[in-house]
């Protein structure tokens, strides 16, 4: 079957580095997207590799392992507003997005 | 670019009623747009994929004939939640696939919409 793994919550503290891992198991690979979802809100891409190694975009990073279906999304210097859900999603060979659950993650001051 | 809007935002409708959602693509072509569902606290789910000109591919246990499809243009998908009951209050979440734009396959959120049955 295919299925998406990622922590439920994570808790970091404002102005800190935190990593939030991803591993995936699915029929076929067309790319790994992040995005970020507010609570009541709709989510927003953050990120897509296709191909190995880091992308970086600012204060947030996106590595990618085909071989180990392994990837995370790396945020850096935290703000509140990094408060959100974080949803790991991989592209199958029928180019369909299978979801993760979400990773909660909580800013401290 | 890239734009997805969804109307209405929110909506209170008594049980048994019927509540049509739209789904736009503003500024791109969408040949295939996704319905999805989310419930509190829950991740996104998949309710189907519709395709312009054709008809909707259903997730299994989501009902074709309680949650109607149609896409009858390249900018335009509608959800029609029949005879709606509490348990199908939710959040209602389209996303839209622009092919146009690169060789991967991003999809573009709507805003989404609330339902609340009473």
């Known amino acids: 079957g295919q299925n998406i793994d990622q922590p439920t919550e994570m808790t970091a503290t404002e102005g800190a580095i935190v990593q939030i891992n991803c591993t995936y198991q699915?029929?076929?690979?067309?790319?790994l997207f992040w995005y970020q979802q507010h609570a009541g809100e709709a989510p927003t891409f953050l990120s897509y590799?296709?191909l190995d190694g880091l992308e970086e975009k600012g204060r947030f990073s996106s590595f990618l392992s085909r071989s180990k279906g392994y990837s995370y999304l790396l945020l850096k210097e935290l703000q509140m507003k990094d408060s959100a859900s974080y949803l790991c999603?991989?592209?199958?060979?029928?180019?369909?997005?299978?979801w993760g659950a979400g990773t909660k993650l909580i800013i401290k001051p | 670019g890239a734009v997805v809007s969804q109307h209405p935002s929110w909506v209170i409708c008594k049980s048994g009623t019927s509540v049509k959602i739209e789904c736009r693509s503003l500024d791109f072509q969408a040949t295939t747009m996704f319905w999805y569902r989310q419930f509190p606290k829950q991740s996104l789910m998949l309710m189907a994929t519709s395709n312009e000109g054709s008809k909707a591919t259903y997730e299994q246990g989501v009902e074709k004939d309680k949650f109607l499809i149609n896409h009858a243009s390249l900018t335009l998908s509608t959800l029609t939640v029949t005879s709606a009951h509490p348990e199908d209050s939710s959040f209602y979440i389209c996303s839209a696939r622009d092919w146009g734009r690169g060789d991967y396959n991003e999809q573009f959120f709507g805003p989404g919409t609330r339902l609340t049955v009473l």
């Open positions: 590799n296709v």
């Open positions: 699915t029929s076929g690979f067309n790319g």
């Open positions: 999603a991989v592209g199958d060979s029928n180019y369909q997005l299978i």
